[in-house]
C-alpha cells in the first residue's frame, strides 16, 4: 500500500523508458562478463587437466538451450533466444580456443549458414570445395570439425556423405537442421526486365513450379554452386539468380520475390563430424550402419532386435556396398545414445548375431535449434 509520503512514481515518458534500458542493458553487458569469466575458468581447468580435452561439447550446448527455452515465456520468441545465446556460446567458445570449421563451400551455401547456426559467428569458419576434403581436413587434425550435407527432406539422402562415413574414423557429432528458401534476387528493379536465370542445379529444381509459372520464357544457367551463381549473375545486364536474400549484399541486390520454392515444408539436414563421442544429452541420437549376408528374413531379424526393446528407428536407407553387385549396406538412425542401457544392449546383440557387420558412426544431441 503506498503511502501519502511515498514520492510519487515519475511519469512514463519516452526518455524515462529508454533511460530504463540503459540500465538494463548495463546489467546485461555485467552479467556476460562474469559468464565470460567463468567459461575462461573452465578453459583453464581442462587446461591443467591435461590430454586430449574437448573444448567444444555439444551435449552441454544442448542441455543450455534445452534448459532455456523450458523456462522461456516471452516476450522475445524462443527462435531469437536460441539465436542470442548460439553467438554468446560461440563468443564464450572463443575465450577458451578458437575452433576451426570446414564446411562444404563456398560462401553463402546453405551448408555455410548451418556452420554458422550450429557454431555462431566466431567460429573459424573455412570453405573447401568437396564432401572428401571436409572429411580430409578434420581426419588431418587441420580443422577441429566439419559440416557435410546429408538430406533433404524431398530429395532424399547425399549419398557422398553416407559412404565417407563408412570408410572414416571420424564420427557425428550433431545434427543441424535448415529450411529451404529460396529468393529471386536481382540488380533489376522488376520482374519484367530478367532476361536470363542463373542458379544451382538442385536450386533451380527446388524453384522449378514458380520458374515454370512465372518466368517461362528465361534462359536458365546452371552454375557449380549459389555462390558461383550469384557471381556470374552480378555482372550481366538483364540477370536474376536463385539466392538467399539473406548471403547477399543488400545495397547491390534487390529481393524480387521471396519464397519461390516448390515446397514450404522443404529441410536440409547437415551433419558436424569430429573425433571422438558427445557424452549423453539425455534427448539423443545414434546413427550406425550394419550389413548381412543375402538371405530371406534377415533385414526382419535384424529389425526385431530393436523393435523388441521399445527403440524407435527414425530412418533406415539402403545404400549398394560398392564391393560387389547387389551387395547392400543399410544406414539406420535411432532414438538414445549407444551408452543408453536400451540400445547398448540392442547394439551388443546385433553386433553378435552371426553374418552382421556394424559400424557405429555416431551418438550425437537431437536437433535443438
Given at each position: 500500500m503506498t503511502s501519502m509520503l511515498d514520492p510519487p512514481e515519475p511519469p512514463i515518458t519516452l526518455e524515462y523508458l529508454r533511460q530504463a534500458i540503459d540500465q538494463i542493458d548495463d546489467r546485461i553487458h555485467?552479467?556476460?562478463?562474469?559468464?565470460?569469466?567463468?567459461?575462461?575458468?573452465?578453459?583453464?581447468?581442462?587446461?591443467?587437466?591435461?590430454?586430449?580435452?574437448?573444448?567444444?561439447?555439444?551435449?552441454?550446448?544442448?542441455h543450455i538451450h534445452r534448459r532455456l527455452e523450458a523456462r522461456?515465456?516471452?516476450?522475445?520468441?524462443?527462435?531469437?533466444?536460441?539465436?542470442?545465446?548460439?553467438?554468446?556460446?560461440?563468443?564464450?567458445?572463443?575465450?577458451?580456443?578458437?575452433?576451426?570449421?570446414?564446411?562444404?563451400?563456398?560462401?553463402?551455401?546453405?551448408?555455410?549458414?548451418?556452420?554458422?547456426?550450429?557454431?555462431?559467428?566466431?567460429?573459424?569458419?573455412?570453405?573447401?570445395?568437396?564432401?572428401?576434403?571436409?572429411?580430409?581436413?578434420?581426419?588431418?587434425?587441420?580443422?577441429?570439425?566439419?559440416?557435410?550435407p546429408i538430406e533433404n527432406s524431398t530429395e532424399g539422402m547425399v549419398h557422398h556423405t553416407l559412404d565417407r562415413l563408412v570408410d572414416s574414423p571420424l564420427g557425428i557429432w550433431g545434427e543441424i537442421y535448415l529450411p529451404v528458401s529460396h529468393d529471386l534476387l536481382s540488380r533489376e528493379r522488376d520482374l519484367a526486365a530478367i532476361r536470363v536465370l542463373y542458379g544451382q542445379s538442385t536450386?533451380?529444381?527446388?524453384?522449378?513450379?514458380?520458374?515454370?509459372?512465372?518466368?517461362?520464357?528465361?534462359?536458365?544457367?546452371?552454375?557449380p554452386s549459389t555462390a558461383a551463381a550469384v557471381w556470374e549473375a552480378r555482372r550481366e545486364v538483364g540477370a536474376a539468380v536463385i539466392a538467399c536474400a539473406l548471403a547477399t549484399d543488400p545495397y547491390e541486390w534487390n529481393l524480387l520475390v521471396p519464397h519461390i520454392e516448390n515446397r514450404a515444408d522443404n529441410e536440409n539436414r547437415f551433419l558436424?563430424?569430429?573425433?571422438?563421442?558427445?557424452?549423453?544429452?539425455?534427448?539423443?541420437?545414434?546413427?550406425?550402419?550394419?550389413?548381412?549376408?543375402?538371405?530371406p528374413g534377415f533385414l526382419h531379424q535384424?529389425?526385431?532386435?530393436?523393435a523388441s526393446r521399445d527403440i524407435n528407428l527414425t530412418r533406415i536407407e539402403s545404400r549398394p556396398s560398392l564391393k560387389k553387385a547387389w551387395d547392400y549396406r543399410f544406414f539406420v538412425d535411432l532414438e538414445g545414445h549407444q551408452e543408453d542401457p536400451p540400445v547398448a544392449d540392442a547394439l551388443a546383440a546385433l553386433?553378435?548375431?552371426?553374418?552382421?557387420?556394424?559400424?557405429?558412426?555416431?551418438s550425437y544431441p537431437r536437433k535443438v535449434l
Open positions: 555485467d552479467l556476460l562478463m562474469e559468464r565470460a569469466q567463468r567459461v575462461r575458468q573452465v578453459g583453464e581447468y581442462k587446461e591443467r587437466q591435461g590430454g586430449d580435452v574437448a573444448f567444444y561439447r555439444p551435449e552441454r550446448e544442448a522461456h515465456r516471452g516476450p522475445l520468441p524462443v527462435a531469437a533466444l536460441h539465436r542470442i545465446y548460439r553467438e554468446i556460446i560461440s563468443a564464450s567458445l572463443n575465450l577458451e580456443r578458437r575452433l576451426s570449421v570446414v564446411y562444404l563451400g563456398p560462401e553463402a551455401t546453405f551448408t555455410h549458414q548451418a556452420a554458422v547456426k550450429q557454431f555462431g559467428s566466431s567460429t573459424l569458419a573455412l570453405p573447401v570445395r568437396s564432401i572428401d576434403e571436409v572429411f580430409q581436413e578434420v581426419e588431418l587434425r587441420r580443422a577441429d570439425y566439419g559440416v557435410t536450386t533451380i529444381a527446388q524453384c522449378q513450379t514458380w520458374l515454370t509459372n512465372h518466368l517461362p520464357h528465361v534462359a536458365v544457367k546452371e552454375c558436424v563430424i569430429g573425433w571422438e563421442m558427445p557424452a549423453r544429452s539425455g534427448q539423443d541420437k545414434t546413427s550406425l550402419m550394419f550389413s548381412f549376408p543375402d538371405q535384424v529389425l526385431g532386435i530393436f553386433a553378435a548375431t552371426p553374418g552382421v557387420a556394424v559400424k557405429i558412426l555416431g
